[in-house]
């Protein structure tokens, strides 16, 4: 599932109420999710720098108090393993 796929699916199932404070998704979502926020950061988030001399950014990502997942739309995503 994209991170568009996802918002929309949280926004069908909550509506305006509260979303939970985590949700698992597997692994092809959670790296969707990742990348997204990467590209949205480098594009529309002026808050992070190009380091000196370096060919790569630092920028700040949020992750949740539970599990250390990224969070997404104030979920904190909790990345879904596969017990076998």
Known sequence: MTASELKEFLFNIYGYRPYPDTYEVDADTYANVCQEIFNNKI?????????????YYSM????????KG??????????????E
């Open 60 to 67: 700040r990502i949020e992750v949740g108090k539970i599990s």
């Open 43 to 55: 594009t529309n988030d002026h808050n992070y720098s190009l380091v000196e001399g370096r060919n």
């Open 70 to 83: 990224i969070m997404f739309k104030g979920v904190e995503l909790i990345l879904k393993v596969d017990k």
